[in-house]
C-alpha cells in the first residue's frame, strides 16, 4: 500500500539546521507532487509548499522562503525538507503528504515529525 | 488569498447524533477542489471526502461532503466513537493555491 515514512522528532537549539525525510513506498514516485505542511502546538494546518518529484523544482509558500528548501533523493524514493536559522516559532510537527492531481487534495499523509527548538 | 472559516469551532455532541460541520470560503471555489481532513489528536491528518462530495477510499458511507461555491457541508449521520475528533476543509485555488480552514472540533457532550 502507499505510504509516506518520516523521520523522527528532532531537538534543536536556535540558529541551528534540521532535515526531515519523508520516504515513500507502493506507487511511482515521480507520478505524484509532494507537498509539506506545518501545524504549530495546538494550531491548524498550514500549507508550505511542493515540490514536482518529476523536475525536483521546489514551490515554496509566503512565509516558507529563504530558510526552507525542499528537495528529492530519487533512488530512495525519498523527499526532504531542511530549514536553517531555527527559531523558537519553527517548534511544529511537519508533515509530508502526495497530491492527488486531478482533485488537487493530499492523500496519504506522513505520520508527523515533531521539530522542537529550543535553547 | 481565498479564506475559508468554518462553523462552529466546537460542536459538543453524543454517540449517535447527527454532525453538520460548515466550511465557507471567501471567493467561490471550484466543487472540485474542495476537500474534508478528520485529524486525531498525535495522529496525522487523514483525507475523509474530496471533489466536495467523493468519499475516499476506506471512508464509512456515514460520512458525507455537499456543497458549491462559497458554502459547503460535512454531515456525519451517525456519530461513533471514533468520530470525535478535528475537521479540517481545505481548498485548491488562487495565491496561495492551498488553503485549510481553521478546523472543527466535535467532542464527547
Known amino acids: 500500500q502507499v505510504q509516506l515514512v518520516q523521520s523522527g522528532s528532532e531537538l534543536k537549539k536556535p540558529g541551528a539546521s534540521v532535515k526531515v525525510s519523508c520516504k515513500t513506498s507502493g506507487y511511482v514516485f515521480n507520478s505524484y507532487a509532494l507537498n509539506w505542511m506545518r501545524q504549530a502546538p495546538g494550531q491548524g494546518l498550514e500549507w508550505m509548499g511542493w515540490i514536482n518529484t518529476n523536475t525536483g523544482n521546489p514551490t515554496y509558500a509566503q512565509g516558507f522562503t529563504g530558510r526552507f528548501v525542499f528537495s528529492l533523493d530519487t533512488s530512495v524514493s525519498t523527499a526532504y525538507l531542511q530549514i536553517s536559522g531555527l527559531k523558537a516559532e519553527d517548534t511544529a510537527v511537519y508533515y509530508c503528504a502526495r497530491e492527488r492531481g486531478r482533485t488537487a487534495c493530499f492523500d496519504p499523509w506522513g505520520q508527523g515529525t515533531l521539530v522542537t527548538v529550543s535553547s | ?109
Open chain 2, 1 to 109: 488569498e481565498i479564506v475559508l472559516t468554518q462553523s462552529p469551532g466546537t460542536l459538543s455532541l453524543s454517540p449517535g447524533e447527527r454532525a453538520t460541520l460548515s466550511c465557507r470560503a471567501s471567493q467561490s471555489v471550484s466543487s472540485s477542489y474542495l476537500a474534508w481532513y478528520q485529524q486525531k489528536p498525535g495522529q496525522a491528518p487523514r483525507l475523509l471526502v474530496y471533489g466536495a462530495s467523493s468519499r475516499a477510499s476506506g471512508i464509512p458511507d456515514r460520512f458525507s461532503g455537499s456543497g458549491s461555491g462559497t458554502d459547503f457541508t460535512l454531515t456525519i449521520s451517525r456519530l461513533e466513537p471514533e468520530d470525535f475528533a478535528v475537521y479540517y476543509c481545505q481548498q485548491y485555488g488562487g495565491s496561495p493555491p492551498f488553503t485549510f480552514g481553521p478546523g472543527t472540533k466535535v467532542d464527547i457532550k
